[in-house]
């Protein structure tokens, strides 16, 4: 199993959507990395893990899943940094690859000694834009081959027997 730790407030700080969206809402910008994770955690089949620090979210540690992504806001006075280092302990094992999203070049020497992989947030943001051309290729591959009816008929009677379809009248 491959699981991706991603520093979040990191990430946002360094893609320019993100960035953009943190300027003026910074818990859209969140959201926003949120959703773009999801969409890499279906596609790629890794477990996300978005660590927030609690110098932005003040208060007790909180999990939560949003779109089937584990998002953690840490402790007070407890850094992304820091927690991410105790994911990458607790979850490595032999059957176990442990990722870490973050530009931070103290944190990637850290968990890289730990023997987790880094991607730094460029990376993942190049990552992210060739995961999106495949979908949008898949989507368009899968929208030619809708099936076409076996006799031609006019798009007046195709509409009445698609109204009969959907019970209507």
């Known amino acids: 199993m491959d699981i991706l730790l991603v520093d979040g ?13 943190k300027k003026g809402d910074l818990a859209a910008a969140r ?4 959703e773009l994770m999801a969409e890499y955690q279906g596609y790629s089949g890794y477990r ?17 899943k949003n ?10 006075n407890e850094t992304a940094d820091e927690r991410i280092e105790k994911l990458a302990k607790e979850l490595s094992n ?24 880094r991607k730094s947030a460029r990376e993942l943001l190049l990552e992210m834009s060739t995961l999106e051309k495949t979908i949008e290729k898949s ?19 195709a509409e009445i027997f ?8």
């Open 9 to 21: 407030y990191n990430i946002i700080g360094a893609w320019p959507e993100l960035r953009e969206l």
């Open 31 to 34: 959201d926003r990395l949120i």
């Open 48 to 64: 996300v893990i978005i660590v927030f620090d609690a110098y932005y979210v003040k208060g007790i540690e909180t999990k939560l």
């Open 67 to 76: 779109h089937k992504v584990e998002v953690i806001y840490t402790r007070e």
């Open 94 to 117: 032999r059957k176990t690859q442990i990722h870490v999203a973050t530009s931070d070049f103290t944190e990637q020497w850290v968990i890289f000694g730990q023997g987790a992989l």
């Open 139 to 157: 989507v368009r591959s899968i929208q030619e081959k809708k099936p076409v009816t076996r006799i031609p008929i006019s798009e007046d009677l």
């Open 162 to 169: 698609e109204k009969w379809r959907r019970g209507q009248k």
